[in-house]
């Protein structure tokens, strides 16, 4: 039995590696796709995970396949197909590590992803379940990614969700805005940046976004990100904010997802009730969450970018106080 199981993209990154001599742009292939990086964070973690997605049967899909499996996830929900080929993602990064993306992915493997390939019964072992909006920004990923959630949500599984919203892979901001909100209906879980929280939202206020999401959508844990600052978080009519550990930034990849790792993580491990949270278990979780966050931008990519738990407590023991 897994403790985290999560649906959605596996794909390459091709992140930035300096110039050539020519004065063109190098590329490093790294494996990628917020849902497996959540994952990977989490097995270098400590925590048993699986993972349920699709790639091509083509070399990025096979090793892709290894490296999960080679990182202690759980390959046995991964699919394979030869209509389409595995998804890729180029990775732009500015001058302070920020990224930005390409993909090219018309259609992607991970897009073909049916609800009859989904493993129900692994669902139903698990602990929590992730998922994030990638995967619903076309069919037949759409449905099997959303019969997933509710019947994790029937099975009362916790269920976590990343909205991760990439404006590129939607028809319009309006369509991606209708199907985040429908995967918010069924989490109790949720991290947003504070850019995806004004998308949703309309304001740039972090009490007001917040409590609009979590009264409107029944949210137990609201999370916001608010890059080299830190986090903001609301649990009911608790809420907390902590600021972030200066580190040296290579590459933002990872950021989220190792953000949203620390936060399940942490949910696990200390047996946090959603339903009461108190204001000390909340800056608790956020020190936590920005440690792994913060160390996953230290390094280049997203899957390998990710720390352990020995390097997350030894950033977390460092001054780190509430904002």
Request: glycine share 10%.
């Amino acid at each position: 039995m897994a403790d985290i199981v999560s649906i959605g993209e596996l794909l390459i990154d091709f992140t930035p590696y300096g110039m050539s001599e020519f004065d063109q742009p190098l590329y490093e292939r790294n494996p990628g796709g917020a849902p497996a990086n959540v994952l990977a964070a989490l097995a270098k973690l400590g925590s048993s995970t699986e993972f349920i997605g699709k790639v091509g049967d083509d070399a990025f899909g096979r090793e892709l396949a290894e490296i999960l499996n080679g990182g202690g996830i759980g390959i046995s929900g991964l699919a394979r197909t030869e209509k389409a080929r595995t998804t890729l993602a180029f990775v732009h990064l500015d001058h302070q590590g920020d990224r930005s993306f390409s993909f090219y992915r018309n259609p992607g493997a991970d897009q073909l992803l049916e609800p009859y390939e989904v493993p129900l019964d692994m669902i139903a072992r698990s602990k929590v379940f992730h998922f994030g909006s990638v995967s619903m920004s076309a069919e037949p990923s759409r449905s099997a990614t959303l019969s997933a959630v509710r019947y994790a949500k029937e099975q009362g599984i916790v269920v976590s969700y990343d909205p991760n919203l990439r404006p590129a892979l939607w028809n319009s901001a309006d369509e991606a805005r209708e199907w985040i909100l429908e995967g918010m209906k069924y989490s109790d879980i949720v991290k947003v940046s504070k850019e995806e929280l004004e998308f949703l939202t309309g304001t740039e206020d972090l009490d007001q976004g917040s409590r609009m999401l979590a009264e409107r959508y029944g949210v137990s844990l609201l999370l916001v990100t608010l890059g080299g600052q830190g986090s903001y978080c609301r649990c009911g009519s608790v809420t907390a904010a902590v600021s972030g550990f200066p580190v040296k930034v290579v590459d933002t990849t990872g950021a989220g997802d190792g953000f949203m790792a620390g936060a399940i993580y942490t949910v696990l491990s200390k047996g946090l009730a959603l339903s009461s949270c108190k204001q000390e278990e909340i800056e608790e979780l956020l020190r936590f969450a920005n440690a792994v966050g913060a160390l996953a931008t230290t390094r280049k990519g997203g899957i390998p970018a990710m720390p352990s738990l020995e390097e997350v407590l030894a950033l977390k023991s460092s001054r780190n106080e509430p904002l």
